[in-house]
């Protein structure tokens, strides 16, 4: 890959292999991460020469999902990649009010730069602002807070595209078969994230007339609850060709509620980018035929981002002097054709 530099001389190394969302320079003289580390190890670090020494802050959610938990460990991957940078990271929480006060602990320890992944976005947006106001920039990762005036930058996954997406593989590949049906197994219904994708999945499959979605059945982004309502779907939909399920992590109960059933009538395609998911994908002796990626590896760029912020940096391969306002990753699919590409992004 060649070298791309900015006016201000930075290399920025992004999640550009799991979501193509910026130009990375190849100048990391580290070797790459063995196959057990974050994807985000995997990727060139940014600027290798040290700069001005930068703590950056780290909240998160609690780490109750593999998806969440790879978050975590690619920033903390991302971060030991630096010796200018020193990571000051939460223990995570689910409960707003407990992750507010890890978060005002950060402010008060005067950290340069927060990166914060809310558990609820409009329930920590006044906490961002109060940080913002104490002269901290924020970047807010993936779940965004309510206004624009509480974050200095926000980089996230594409929840519409991943529906989109997935729409338009499963209706390619139905595209000569008349009458075809499909089903969804959505996330937790009462997240705004879980609407954008089943609105780009119905909005894809506007492109198919001789495509039909006759069932939904939304889970809990669990193992349990993926493998309780795929049963469901199974016995009420005698016939489908083809199942969009939101989320990997549930997609392993899904799966086994198929395997169960005996059935293998049809093609799956999953979300975000499990290991499993890639396994059994490369594996091909089953009905998972891809998945659409919402990347991890984007908390290695917001740490990135936030180390540029912190050495008020740019992009290399941009013109500007600043970082952009907002980021969104490409949700890319993955099926048999690129699997190898992506398998050392697969989270646990």
């Not at 690619?74 to 223990?91: G, H, Q, W």
């Not at 807010?140 to 926000?154: E, M």
């Not at 993955?334 to 050392?344: C, P």
Request: aromatic residues 6%.
């Amino acid at each position: 890959m060649p070298e791309i530099t900015s006016r201000r001389g930075l290399l920025f190394g992004a999640a550009a292999v799991s979501a193509g969302a910026l130009i990375t320079g190849c100048t990391s003289n580290e070797p790459s991460g063995s196959k057990d580390e974050p994807a985000g190890n995997n990727q060139p670090a940014a600027d290798d020469k040290p700069g001005k020494q930068v703590t950056i802050g780290f909240a998160g959610p609690q780490a109750d999902h593999g998806w969440l938990n790879a978050i975590n460990d690619n920033a903390k991957s991302r971060a030991e990649k630096y010796s200018d940078v020193t990571l000051e990271i939460t223990e995570g929480s689910n409960d707003t009010a407990q992750q507010i006060g890890q978060i005002e602990t950060l402010i008060n320890k005067k950290v340069d730069v927060l990166v914060v992944l809310p558990a609820d976005g409009k329930a920590l947006t006044q906490v961002g602002l109060k940080a913002m106001r104490a002269g901290i920039p924020v970047v807010n990762l993936d779940r965004i807070f309510n206004t624009p005036q509480a974050y200095r930058c926000w980089i996230g996954g594409d929840n519409y595209g991943m529906g989109l997406n997935a729409g338009h593989y499963i209706g390619e590949k139905l595209k000569g078969k008349s009458g075809a049906r499909v089903i969804e197994l959505a996330g937790l219904d009462n997240l705004e994230l879980t609407k954008q994708r089943t609105q780009g999945f119905d909005d894809a499959l506007k492109n198919y007339p001789n495509i039909k979605k006759v069932a939904r059945q939304a889970a809990e982004f669990t193992v349990e609850s993926g493998q309780a309502k795929m049963a469901q779907l199974l016995q009420a939909q005698s016939k489908f060709d083809a199942l969009w399920n939101h989320d990997d992590d549930q997609g392993v109960g899904a799966l086994r509620a198929i395997e169960q059933a005996g059935r293998d009538d049809f093609l799956m395609v999953g979300g975000a980018g499990a290991l499993s998911a890639f396994q059994a994908i490369k594996q091909d002796d089953g009905v998972l035929k891809a998945t659409v990626l919402y990347p991890p590896t984007m908390a290695a760029s917001a740490i990135d981002l936030a180390r540029a912020l912190g050495q008020s940096k740019g992009i290399g391969g941009l013109a500007e002097f600043e970082i952009p306002s907002s980021l969104t990753l490409y949700s890319a699919v993955v099926d048999k054709t690129n699997v190898d590409q992506y398998m050392s992004t697969g989270f646990k």
